[in-house]
């Protein structure tokens, strides 16, 4: 895995690991989240580059994305920010996007540039695992970590395999569906499928999907390495821009982070 992840995963657990979509409302308060983020305590940011067709994203996420396309944000916005926060001193980011705008730019440019810009690894889950080593090769040549999800459904021999390839940590679906805040995340299942995983992996497991409260944060945080949190932090925001929607995004990021170190 990326030198940069490791490290986050020996120093902490469970890493704190906020999402922000790059461009959302607009590219100067997107990289003022990134950095209020960084001051509340996160870990790792996974930074989202606005697709028009995602298969994973919530109708939260989804709309992040439109509003950042409607503006013409595009890869290169992207990657300019990822360098900005990066230079500035942000924790380190994954950018999380879908293969059609990776193909479009160019896999190996694509894996050039965004470790150019300082990016940690690369989150791209429409990529089924028999298709993956084209991209995977390219982002291991640019020692770019590439996460990889398992879902609850996920048989244990897939589980498996696909848990090998991961670098940097698996990313584990918390539910079935897409991201979005959820109610209350059903911990007994996620138990059985972390010690599971924990059977076939000794990789860090970062949980995603439906985590948005504190009291989320704290049922599950005993269980697992990282806590990924995306569509609680763009609804906090909601309605706003610049310093207003940093602090509002900052105000929530500092509570679960409480919750995590709790």
């Known amino acids: 895995m990326s030198d940069r992840l490791r490290a986050v995963f020996e120093r902490r657990k469970p890493a704190f690991i906020p999402y922000a979509m790059a461009g959302d409302p607009d590219l100067a308060t997107a990289e003022a989240i990134v950095a209020a983020l960084g001051r509340a305590g996160a870990d790792i940011v996974e930074l989202g580059i606005p697709y028009g067709d995602p298969l994973a994203d919530g109708p939260t996420i989804a709309a992040a994305a439109q509003r950042a396309l409607a503006q013409g944000v595009t890869m290169r916005d992207v990657l300019s920010l990822a360098k900005r926060a990066h230079d500035a001193g942000a924790p380190p980011i994954v950018l999380f996007t879908y293969f059609n ?24 889950p429409d990529v089924p695992l028999e298709e993956i080593d084209m991209l995977w090769g ?4 640019h020692d770019l970590a590439m996460p990889l999800l398992v879902a609850p459904t996920t048989p244990r021999e897939r589980a498996a395999r696909i848990a090998e390839r991961a670098t940097g940590f698996v990313y584990v679906v918390s539910r079935l569906g897409v991201t979005g805040a959820g109610e209350s995340p059903d911990v007994e299942p996620l138990r059985a499928q972390l010690g599971m995983l ?7 497991l970062a949980i995603g999907f439906g985590i948005s409260r504190p009291e989320h944060v704290r049922a ?6 990282g806590i990924i949190v995306g569509s609680a932090l763009i609804d906090a925001y909601a309605g706003t821009a610049g310093k207003d929607a940093a602090a509002r995004v900052a105000r929530l990021a500092g509570e679960l982070v409480a919750a995590a170190r709790h």
Not at 101 to 124: C, H, K, L
């Open 220 to 225: 599950v945080a005993p269980l697992c390495d």
């Open 101 to 124: 705008p990776v193909d479009r730019y160019g896999i190996d440019a694509f894996a050039r540039d965004a470790a150019q810009a300082g990016a940690a690894g690369v989150i791209v």
């Open 198 to 204: 924990r059977t076939v992996t000794d990789k860090p």
């Open 138 to 141: 390219a982002l291991e040549k």
